[in-house]
């Protein structure tokens, strides 16, 4: 599972609630690229629908901004299976690129890039570490992946991410997220 895991302007736009520059200090202002990933602001409930022999989820997430609004983060939890996960979004202003960090509370990570929007599609690409069999004590299996998240905003308040994970033996998996702000 990969959360949002984007040029639309904000509906409802939270505000800022992430680290805030020492008192008297002039900061260094987000970068305009930022903004095209404003879509994915506020509160979103996304009906998953699974690769063939999966089980439909539903993915709760929330978007902030952080840091004086140069990066965003997603708090979401899909159910069923109780994963709880967060993303962390931002500009990479020396290679051009976003960079989306994912982890959750099975152990899984991932660090993508997108190079931005395309013909309607933002599409992050990268490495993930898919944990299979979560465990406490700190060991378990797990599954290293090709991850695609690619997104297409369908209107106010409603986009799509369909995912697809890529195996060591190069069979491809592909599911989608329908979101819709709450």
Known sequence: MSLVALAVSPVNAEPDTGAKPPHGKNPLPAPPQIRDLD?????????????PGGKPAVLKLTTKRAMGGHYLYTDATLEPGSVVGRTSLGW????????????????????????????????????????????????TTGVKLDLVDDYQVLGPGHFKDTTSFTFPDGSTLQGSYDCRRQ
Request: net charge negative; glycine share 14%; proline share 8%.
């Open 39 to 51: 879509f994915l602001l506020g509160s979103y409930t996304c009906d998953y629908t699974p690769p």
């Open 92 to 139: 990479n202003p020396v290679d051009g690129k976003f960079i989306n960090q994912y982890h959750d509370n099975w152990g899984s990570s991932g660090n993508y890039t997108s190079s931005g929007w395309k013909d309607g599609h933002l599409i992050f690409k990268g490495p993930l570490t898919q944990v299979i069999t979560p465990n406490g004590s700190g060991q």
